[in-house]
């Protein structure tokens, strides 16, 4: 069975121990993505990913700050590098200023492709610049990103025919006006549905709709069932 799993964020905005507990308490939550969306809790976290609760979890992975703000693209490398070596590690292009600073993170850096309010990593032109820069890294096809570049779902796939031997991950959600994250709905669910055939079995899936705890059973049947039809 494909592993699935939520986004700690999604669960629990900041607080990433309370968003395990939540997965935790589901069977059959495989995969889990640990983040630090906001470069403040990338410390706090880093510091923490020895003693965390995360066995039987078959993927683990860790999202990176969104932006640099009181972190500098060295203090954040330095706090990716302390966590385990078989972590991907997700990260929009944006903050990479600096690329050549980041190629120490080699094959474990982990790319997502952008929504509409980002200038870079929306297309698989974009994309393909940077996987030049950074020719270990792989690739992590954020789902609602994509319908929301093209709802068709075309730009998915390219980025599947493009870049299908780099993927790690999905994210999956449905993706508001804003770039916010929502429980999946029937368009986005018929959406997500076209692109199934080209990914992997063995790639894992992240939740990012952000649902309360009571909202979590039913988020996961509608993934699953995107999934498994």
């Not at 929009?92 to 080699?106: A, D, N, Q, Y």
């Not at 609602?144 to 796939?157: E, F, K």
């Not at 039913?218 to 995107?226: M, Y």
Request: some cysteine.
């Amino acid at each position: 069975m494909r592993a699935i799993g939520f986004s700690t964020g999604a669960l629990a905005k900041g607080d990433f121990v309370r968003g395990i507990e939540l997965q935790r308490s589901h069977a059959g939550l495989k995969a889990i993505e640990l983040s630090a969306l906001r470069d403040h809790e990338l410390g706090p976290l880093a510091g923490a990913v020895e003693s965390l609760p995360l066995e039987g979890f078959d993927y683990v992975s860790l999202h990176a700050p969104s932006r640099l703000g009181s972190l500098s693209e060295d203090e954040v490398i330095a706090a990716l590098s302390r966590v385990p070596p078989h972590w991907p590690l997700v990260v929009h292009p944006e903050i990479l200023v600096t690329p050549e600073k980041w190629r120490s993170l080699g094959g474990r850096l982990c790319l997502e492709n952008m929504d509409n309010r980002k200038t870079s990593g929306r297309t698989v032109a974009e994309m393909r610049e940077w996987f030049t820069l950074l020719p270990e890294a792989r690739f992590c096809l954020d789902l609602g990103h994509a319908r929301q570049i093209d709802p068709t779902m075309t730009v998915a796939l390219l980025l599947l025919s493009e870049f299908g031997e780099r993927l790690s991950q999905l994210h999956v959600s449905e993706v508001g006006p804003g770039g916010e994250h929502l429980p999946i709905h029937a368009l986005a669910a018929l959406a997500f549905g076209r692109v199934v055939h080209r990914v992997p079995p063995d790639c894992a899936v992240i939740i990012e709709s952000v649902v309360a705890a009571g909202r979590m059973s039913r988020e996961i049947a509608t993934v699953r069932q995107i999934f498994d039809s």
